[in-house]
């Protein structure tokens, strides 16, 4: 129901840095539901990378805890994911999620959100 656009993916050396955004068309969304990004490379399924509440609650999966940061904007109409010292096992389509405005919990289980972008490809060269 809700529209989410992820932009600010691209190709970038190893080491390097992206910040992936993502914009939702109704305004509260990302201000008032948990939040998610997701990343699933050719072949594999997809995983939780990190979520974050509308308290500013996070949960960030081990393989990427130190390097990636998730955050909103001061106003909580953007979401972000800040990726540094980026690695060749990065390179993944990256989504943005929401979950339903009842659901309360942080998770990082894909089946767990009900709204999601269109993907936006990130891509670290060795």
């Known amino acids: 129901q809700v529209q989410l656009q992820e932009s600010g993916g691209g190709s970038v050396q190893a080491g390097g840095s992206l910040r992936l955004s993502c914009a939702a068309s109704?305004?509260?969304?990302?201000?008032?539901?948990?939040m998610g990004w997701f990343r699933q490379a050719p072949g594999k399924e997809r995983e939780g990378v990190a979520c974050?509440?509308?308290?500013?609650?996070?949960a960030i999966a081990d393989s990427v805890k130190g390097r990636f940061t998730i955050s909103r904007d001061n106003a909580k109409t953007f979401l972000y994911l800040e990726m540094n010292s980026l690695k060749p096992d990065d390179t993944a389509m990256y989504y943005c999620?929401?979950?339903?405005?009842?659901?309360?919990?942080?998770?990082?289980?894909?089946?767990?959100?009900?709204?999601w972008g269109g993907g936006t490809q990130v891509t670290v060269s060795s």
């Open positions: 999620a929401a979950r339903g405005w009842a659901d309360l919990s942080l998770s990082l289980v894909p089946d767990d959100y009900s709204d």
């Open positions: 974050i509440s509308s308290h500013g609650l996070t």
């Open positions: 109704e305004s509260t969304t990302i201000s008032s539901s948990i």
